[in-house]
């Protein structure tokens, strides 16, 4: 055999038994893992893409014949590319309708507006027939004081035992973060809109 062959051989059964320790090691943590429970996801950080995971998430739960929500704070009312798809398939949507705060700057409008799309947050949070529940963009919602985070907490902590909830939005409260059983943090390396392309129907909303 050849020195050439011989070294190839050398990497391969090294390639190997690097692999066989990962599997291992990954085989061991799944075989521990075996409580089954609802879990509590916060999609957070400054980078773009969080509410497009959140998307992701219900898409999958869909797919697998779960019963999915959606809450939307802070959308507005211009074309939801995934709300189209998504209410064709039964998933309920409750939007709070009155644009981006820093638009409206109607403080009091806000409020109200938020209020009533948290109502009917907590009645999701209160049913057991429903699977998951993406709240879009809470996280400004407690930010900007509109709503107690008490309220909040309350209706995350007492919900059913086996519904997921997905929270996403920028700075997310720390209580939030702490009871949160998975967090994420997007962070920005590189942004179009720094450059000055705009937001673009069917790319970004």
Same mark, same amino acid.
């Given at each position: ?84 798809? &998504? ?6 949507? /409750? @939007?709070?309708? !009155? *644009? ?7 403080? =009091? ?46 209706? &995350? ?6 519904? /997921? @909830?997905?929270? !996403? *939005? ?7 973060? =702490? ?27």
């Amino acid at each position: 055999m050849s020195a050439d062959k011989q070294s190839e051989n050398h990497k391969a059964e090294r390639h190997k038994a690097r692999q066989q320790k990962v599997k291992e090691a990954v085989d061991a943590k799944i075989a521990k893992a075996q409580t089954e429970k609802g879990v509590l996801l916060v999609m957070t950080g400054n980078g773009k893409g969080k509410t497009t995971a959140g998307f992701g998430n219900i898409t999958r739960a869909v797919g697998h014949g779960k019963k999915a929500a959606v809450v939307q704070f802070i959308k507005g009312n211009w074309p939801c590319g995934e709300r189209a798809v &998504l209410e064709q398939v039964g998933v309920e949507f /409750h @939007v709070m309708a !009155t *644009g981006f705060t820093w638009e409206t700057q109607d403080r =009091e409008a806000d409020t109200l507006a938020a209020l009533s799309a948290w109502e009917a947050a907590e009645t999701l949070l209160k049913d057991d027939t429903i699977d998951i529940v993406l709240l879009d963009e809470l996280t400004y919602m407690v930010s900007y004081h509109y709503l107690e985070l008490d309220r909040v907490l309350e209706a &995350l902590k007492n919900r059913p035992p086996m519904q /997921h @909830v997905i929270i !996403t *939005g920028r700075a997310c409260h720390r209580t939030i973060l =702490e009871l949160a059983d998975t967090v994420s943090e997007v962070q920005p390396i590189k942004h179009a809109f720094e450059s000055g392309v705009k937001a673009q129907l069917g790319f970004d909303y």
